[in-house]
């Protein structure tokens, strides 16, 4: 089965500056890959996706990259704010699976004001 | 339109009895995926239903199971409870069209506390 690592597990970067989260993944017949964000006491909630037909997508100050051949993507905030503070999880699934997210294990990031 | 609901949001039980979760996902969706969140295993996917079938299942016992209703409603149930079974249940909507990367939004989970 999939098997999706992530890294690093705690993040601390000051406010303004850049952060970048990565994520490896064994199964490349995943096509589907999901950045959540998971406030404390909180559901997570979808902030990005990418899809294994592009190579990179942006949403205001949040991006997602995607290396199919090396198997890794990688989520990158810039001009982080306090309100960033939070777990994130990549997550990754199949066409095949395609509601079965393998979730990677989480960074909790905190944005030093 | 309404987000995922779960309830009940929290729930004490004792080893050995079993508890029933609900979910009703936003309207149109006809997917419901369920999950369980831990300190130490993280977010591990319990099983996905889709027309009140299984389409999915993860790796967990067969203590646990679930169900879809024809208004794709959902519940999951865990016999016997275990100590170990203290988790948040997260369950998550998708409209669950053929192929991959439906999105999948989340309710706001039940927390299952066993004594």
């Known amino acids: 089965g999939e098997n999706v690592e992530q890294h690093p597990s705690t993040l601390s970067v000051q406010e303004g500056d850049s952060a970048v989260i990565k994520c490896t993944y064994s199964?490349?017949?995943?096509?589907?890959f999901p950045w959540y964000k998971q406030e404390l006491g909180k559901r997570p909630q979808l902030i990005i996706d990418?899809?294994?037909?592009?190579g990179e997508k942006k949403d205001q100050r949040i991006a997602v990259t995607l290396n199919k051949t090396a198997k890794h993507f990688s989520l990158h905030i810039t001009e982080t704010q306090p309100e960033d503070s939070a777990v994130y999880f990549c997550?990754?699934?199949?066409?095949?699976?395609?509601?079965?997210?393998?979730f990677g294990s989480g960074t909790q990031l905190t944005v030093l004001p | 339109k309404a987000g995922v609901t779960q309830t009940p949001r929290y729930l004490i039980k004792t080893r050995g009895q079993q508890v029933t979760l609900s979910c009703s996902p936003i309207?149109?969706?006809?997917?419901v995926s369920w999950y369980q969140q831990t300190p130490g295993q993280g977010l591990q996917f319990l099983f996905e239903?889709?027309?009140?079938?299984?389409?999915n299942k993860g790796n967990f016992p067969g203590r646990f199971s679930g169900r879809q209703f024809s208004n794709s409603r959902s519940e999951m149930n865990v016999s016997t409870l275990e100590l170990g079974d203290s988790a948040l249940y997260l369950c998550?909507?998708?409209?669950?069209?053929?192929?991959?990367?439906?999105?999948?939004?989340f309710g706001p989970g039940t927390r299952l506390t066993v004594l």
């Open positions: 309207s149109g969706h006809r997917s």
């Open positions: 990418i899809r294994s037909n592009v």
């Open positions: 199964d490349s017949a995943s096509n589907y």
């Open positions: 997550a990754a699934s199949s066409s095949g699976s395609a509601r079965q997210l393998t």
């Open positions: 998550a909507s998708s409209l669950g069209k053929a192929g991959g990367g439906n999105e999948q939004f």
């Open positions: 239903y889709f027309s009140e079938t299984q389409r």
